[in-house]
């Protein structure tokens, strides 16, 4: 418990740091949380799933798509705008066959997960993310943030679902 | 706070019933749980992430493969076998694509989660289940459980992978 306890905190902790402008406040242990972007959102591999897909082509990825505690009651709610604090991570790994799992099921159709690709958040802030929806979009590579100018393209690309607050992902049950 | 620390008590709960033989116990709020396999473990839509595939032929689907607090920690830690009470699930939904997100990317390259199919668990219970590897598995199809007899294949699909605790998906970082 002890533990869930200080994600909560620390997850919490961060994102009132952007409600903030990104000055960072004080963590319940005394310390300070950075600004969104410029590191992973603290415990963010255990947020909980939204959903999963798969793309072929360039990206030839197979991914998950997480939210924390905001963006998850957001959805399971129906909530459209999704509220201030509430984000959703894209986390993809390079797409590859299993010999191990298609011996297993007799015939080659298995494919899972391989090395990460890239995470990607987009974080509600409909103050400060105003001129794009609301949403302040970021990458990251090795645990790295990429260049703020990679990053103009993303909003425009999720335009096409105004509707959804510009969210693609829909929950799976 | 008080959502989570619930679920991790009847979470808990669920699986103390597993190590007294199917006896229900009592829950913190009174309640009892139900005997695993007869109903959906408590909360494990909220488990966190271990990995993703998708399975082609018959299958055709996408999956995420969720796991409860002891099952990650096993994982993670890389404790094998993996310890009692240790609760692995796949969840799955129909392959589709998405003509949405195919626009988005300017091409017939994305696919996604549709219907749900059916959701199956592998529990760690190394005394009740020593037949099997110490393992029990259980599917769900529309929140019911399938008859046990349709179940007699799953330990042995299993054995190739006995080097890891009988377990086919690696946890993605």
């Known amino acids: 418990m002890r533990l869930i306890a200080y994600m909560v905190a620390a997850s919490m902790a961060w994102v ?6 990104g000055i960072a406040p004080a963590r319940a242990d005394g310390g300070t949380v950075p600004e ?11 947020w909980r799933l939204i959903s999963v897909a798969h793309e072929e082509g360039k990206l030839n990825d197979i991914r998950a798509i997480l939210g924390n505690d905001i963006a998850v009651k957001a959805y399971r709610d129906g909530t459209i705008p999704f509220p201030d604090g ?3 991570a894209r986390l993809a790994w390079n797409y590859v066959s ?12 298995s494919f899972v997960a ?15 993310y105003a001129s794009t929806g609301g949403w302040g979009f970021v990458q990251f590579n ?12 993303c909003f ?15 929950y799976s049950r």
């Open 16 to 21: 009132a740091g952007i409600a903030y402008m």
């Open 36 to 46: 969104f972007g410029t590191s992973l959102p603290p415990g963010y591999r255990d």
């Open 142 to 153: 090795d645990g790295k943030p990429i260049e703020a100018a990679r990053l103009s393209g």
């Open 98 to 109: 299993s010999e191990e799992n298609n011996k297993a099921f007799g015939g080659p159709q």
């Open 156 to 170: 425009a690309c999720h335009v096409p679902v105004k509707a959804r607050d510009f969210v693609f992902t829909k």
């Open 114 to 128: 391989g090395t990460p690709t890239n995470v990607q958040f987009m974080l509600k802030d409909s103050r400060k």
């Open 86 to 88: 509430a984000i959703i």
